[in-house]
């Protein structure tokens, strides 16, 4: 089953939805594409990849995943992956990759994962700032 890639803004978020397999082939082009054209288009809070309907990863998948995240660090913009199916699991944990690319249940933990994060940033700069001051 090949690639199939959904893109959708939701407020702060751009979410991309993928169904089929996640491996080397010419739709795997299109998923960089996509994130692209997503972040050129705004700055999003996020990237949310939803990936529950992966059905099978292999190295050049995952490599993708690698370069979405530098596309992400470049526009500083969050990565998460959700719905993230064992097979996919287990190799990001293999590899270490699960530390790097952070994973939620669903969409909306993914949100609220965003959320979270910014609300920590906020208030580390508010400590930082007090302790300058």
Do not use: W
Request: proline share 5%.
């Amino acid at each position: 089953m090949p690639l199939s890639i959904t893109s959708r803004p939701d407020r702060n978020f751009y979410i991309l939805t993928l169904t089929g397999q996640l491996t080397l082939g010419p739709n795997l082009k299109s998923l960089q594409q996509l994130a692209r054209t997503a972040l050129e288009s705004g700055t999003p809070d996020a990237l949310i990849v939803e990936v529950g309907g992966v059905k099978y990863t292999d190295s050049a998948g995952l490599g993708e995943l690698t370069i979405l995240y530098s596309l992400c660090m470049r526009k500083q913009c969050m990565l998460i992956l959700a719905g993230v199916p064992n097979q996919l699991r287990q190799m990001l944990e293999l590899t270490r990759l699960d530390a790097l690319l952070p994973s939620a249940s669903d969409t909306e933990a993914a949100k609220r994962m965003v959320k979270s994060h910014a609300q920590k940033q906020k208030n580390l700069e508010e400590t930082r700032d007090s302790d300058e001051s």
